[in-house]
């Protein structure tokens, strides 16, 4: 490979200021920021209000097909991409001498498997000195977990010895509240910076492709299919009454990263090639710092957890799992046969 070929934007197709259908680049911000925002927040919205009714067998469907379009998407459309791109002949052949992306992505799965151990081994010891048991899968009556839906508050293993015996319960049980809202917070930040990385370098790509048309129709898809996952992830998080502005917030930022990445494309677009040496490593090791962080989101704390430590899941009908896991080998398949395109 030449010097000139892996360096500056000499790889790939010329850069210039022409790009077609400018008009509708534009627009797509608003209509994949409507679509985005809407897929985020739709769950949200129908699991708090009221006036919004929505059957209970829809809320799990959408549960479970948002687990599944998480699981698609860390393959799919990160993992994939980020060989592809740590492979590309454009880029330096240091990088061609051993798999980056899956290292990276291995990284990334036990960075954050170090980072929840040592947050469950923090929670145990504070609530050890509280004298409560901690069972961070759920399966004691009244444990509590950083999972949030599998547990229940725990209840205090000594007799009242005084009159304030019922305040300082309480207390006891605020203090758990706050942390088991902490663990629930801290996963929402996980698997945000991981959707949101994606999100930004698709709203680039979008940006200044040549093939618009056909990847613009199916990343309006793909957003509005992966912000329903992740909303309907963030519906479901019990939180105290002062941090129920978390769901929204996270689905706000969803909403927003693929319009920001696409009105950072269309500025720079001049100078913007996505094929050149520069464009390829960044995209690479953000897709599979991204895909690891999915990857472990998807597997241990959406699918275990849900199903295989989840007591209502282990006491539910063959009908229900069946649906369960149907409604979520869906979403996995719709993210993975979107993949064809984008």
């Not at 860390?74 to 899956?102: K, Q, R, V």
């Not at 504070?126 to 759920?138: M, Q, V």
């Not at 613009?216 to 002062?242: D, M």
Request: charged residues 15%; contains cysteine.
């Amino acid at each position: 490979m030449s010097s000139e070929s892996s360096e500056g934007l000499s790889c790939g197709a010329a850069v210039g200021t022409d790009h077609p259908l400018f008009g509708l680049r534009v627009a797509s911000i608003f209509i994949i920021l409507l679509g985005s925002a809407m897929g985020a927040l739709f769950p949200i919205l129908a699991k708090r209000s009221s006036w919004l009714t929505v059957p209970k067998g829809v809320f799990d469907f959408a549960k479970y097909f948002g687990s599944g379009v998480i699981i698609s998407t860390a393959f799919i459309h990160l993992l994939a991409p980020a060989l592809e791109a740590l492979g590309s002949e454009c880029i330096p052949a240091g990088w061609h001498e051993y798999p980056y992306a899956l290292a990276l992505c291995i990284l990334s799965i036990f960075s954050i498997f170090c980072v929840e151990l040592f947050a469950f081994r923090w929670g145990t010891v504070k609530l050890a000195r509280l004298r409560l048991s901690h069972d961070a899968h759920g399966h004691d009556h009244g444990a509590h977990t950083a999972h949030g839906p599998e547990g229940a508050l725990v209840e205090p293993k000594f007799k009242r010895q005084s009159s304030g015996g019922a305040s300082d319960i309480e207390a006891i049980k605020d203090i758990i509240d706050d942390e088991s809202a902490v663990a629930q917070i801290i996963g929402v930040i996980i698997l945000e910076f991981g959707v949101a990385l994606h999100s930004v370098l698709i709203g680039l790509t979008l940006a200044v492709n040549v093939e618009f048309k056909i990847l613009f129709v199916v990343i309006v898809f793909h957003q509005t299919f992966e912000g329903l996952g992740l909303g309907s992830r963030l519906a479901f998080i019990k939180l105290p009454p002062r941090f129920n502005w978390v769901p929204f917030a996270g689905a706000i930022l969803f909403g927003i990263t693929t319009p920001i990445g696409i009105a950072v494309g269309l500025a720079i677009r001049a100078t913007y090639n996505p094929e050149s040496a520069t464009a390829s490593i960044v995209s690479g090791v953000l897709d599979s710092l991204s895909a690891g962080i999915l990857i472990y989101t998807g597997l241990v704390e959406l699918l275990a957890h849900e199903f295989l430590f989840s007591k209502d899941m282990m006491n539910a009908s063959d009908a229900k799992v069946a649906y369960s896991v149907g409604s979520m080998l869906l979403g996995s398949a719709t993210m993975a046969i979107l993949g064809k395109w984008a």
